[in-house]
């Protein structure tokens, strides 16, 4: 299925208009999406996801649209049982799994700083451990997006935790990162 059609099917019975005045474009920009191939902006998207009832739209549109997305964010999971404990079992499952795989990596890690200092078995099993982790992260994605359609709302609950990062002093200075170094200068 196109984006365009995508969104078209998100929109539901709500009219161009009625759209349009909620995301804050006019009917023929929420045309032109639909039906002409042009791609809204992340902005709209997140406009959209809301009015729409749709969270699920934020990462489709990154998978599908964002040349960044379309490198690192995994592909929409759309064949898969939702309901909250399945999914909760299946995270719990991946971390089980994980746990093991990183001992595995630990394991293999040992006096290595980098690509080279692995044999080429060693990093095979390396990339087969992290693959595990990637299935975490991946679950957590579901889990994120299943408890954003049903019960928490996303965005407030990243805004807590970045919040609480900044408390943590994991962050300091917005995106910026400051250096050993740099502090020394």
């Known amino acids: 299925m196109k984006f365009g059609a995508l969104l078209r099917q998100f929109r539901g019975r709500m ?3 009625e759209a349009g005045m909620q995301i804050l ?5 929420i045309e032109a999406w639909e039906t002409r191939g042009i791609d809204p902006g992340p902005d709209a998207i997140v406009r959209m996801s809301k009015t729409y009832g749709r969270p699920e739209l934020r ?4 998978r599908k649209v964002c040349p960044i997305g379309q490198t690192y964010h995994y592909e929409f999971l759309n064949n898969i049982n939702d309901d909250l404990m399945t999914v909760l079992v299946r995270l719990l499952k991946e971390h089980t799994e994980a746990g ?7 394991q293999l890690a ?9 044999s080429d078995a060693e990093l095979a099993d ?14 957590i994605d579901v889990l994120k997006r299943v408890l954003d359609q049903r019960i928490l709302d996303l965005d407030e609950q990243v805004r807590k935790h970045n919040d609480k990062c900044y408390r ?5 200075n ?3 990162r400051k250096s050993a170094l740099a502090g020394a200068l």
């Open 168 to 172: 943590n002093g994991y962050v300091v």
């Open 15 to 17: 009219s161009r208009a």
């Open 126 to 139: 390396f990339e087969k451990a992290y693959q595990e982790l990637l299935d975490v992260d991946h679950a």
């Open 110 to 118: 040992v006096n290595k700083n980098g690509r080279d200092d692995f």
């Open 100 to 106: 093991i795989a990183v001992n595995r990596m630990m």
């Open 174 to 176: 917005g995106w910026e």
């Open 59 to 62: 990462p489709i549109y990154c």
């Open 25 to 29: 474009v006019s009917p023929r920009t």
